[in-house]
């Protein structure tokens, strides 16, 4: 059974920083693009960051870049989100994706973890 299990949410005052982990059971994800969403309540799934197999390249939503960075670890097949300067806007349910291309839409990606929470409170 593949799996993706997110690690590192949590409750962080605004300006402070998180970093959630994905690991990945089941399967390796060799080939696979990386990509990190969040959904806030009653909005839809939004984009935040993806990387390239190798990792070499990597893609942020304008409102992350420069904040957020994605990393991956493919000895260990995961992938992390290390988010710095949390704004209150970052609030969400945080979802770790893996699809063969590392493109901004929800619908590019074949595997999908539970979530986790971040709250940034101000």
């Known amino acids: 059974q593949v799996q993706l299990v997110e690690s590192g949410g949590g409750l962080v005052q605004a300006g402070g920083s998180l970093r959630l982990s994905c690991a990945a059971s089941?399967?390796?994800?060799?080939?696979?693009?990386r990509a990190w969403f969040r959904q806030a309540p009653g909005e839809e799934r939004a984009f935040v960051a993806a990387?390239?197999?190798?990792?070499?390249?990597?893609y942020y939503a304008d409102s992350v870049k420069g904040r957020f960075t994605i990393s991956r670890d493919n000895a260990k097949n995961t992938v992390s989100l290390q988010m710095n300067s949390l704004k209150p806007e970052d609030t969400a349910v945080y979802f770790c994706?893996?699809?063969?291309?590392?493109?901004?839409?929800?619908?590019?990606?074949?595997?999908w973890g539970q979530g986790t929470q971040v709250t940034v409170s101000s």
């Open positions: 089941g399967r390796t994800f060799s080939g696979y693009a």
């Open positions: 994706a893996a699809g063969r291309v590392p493109r901004s839409s929800a619908g590019s990606y074949d595997y």
């Open positions: 990387t390239s197999w190798g990792g070499g390249s990597t």
